[in-house]
């Protein structure tokens, strides 16, 4: 008699995006106030849905757009995800995170979504986000994108 297994099921329908821009020569990232029913005045990076037809950094270059109003930058895949576990509907849910280098003179133009940002260092940022994970993404970030220079192969966009 064989055992049956089963699988939880893994989703992955969003994006993850990390913001850094150059302030006073240090890497500061862009962390965001949500201010929606879900995650309200949570402090995270950008986040979002991949819509019908889109490659994943096709989304995360929308959301920038939608979320910041930013459009000017060097875009990159970080090889790392944000994830989580709903125990409500029993998934894994995956998200791509994509690493943008801001240029210095864009400026931060929120849309409905959220009521707040800050650049901070990465030491701040690391301390402020909310969601379990969001650190070792930033720590990651910070190594990888920062310490060093990010290898050409992980450049998406155009």
Known sequence: ???????????????????????????????????SSVLRNVWCYIGGSIEEGEKAWEAASREIKEETGITKLLLYTSNKFDQIYSPQDNYIYVAPVFVGFVEDHQDVKLNDEHSDYQWLSFEEAIETVSLPGNDEVLKSIEKHFVQSKPPNFLRVGD
């Open 1 to 35: 008699m064989s055992e049956e297994y089963f699988e939880v099921p893994i989703r992955c329908t969003g994006i993850a995006t990390v913001l850094l821009k150059k302030i006073e020569d240090e890497y500061k990232v862009l962390l965001l106030k949500r201010n």
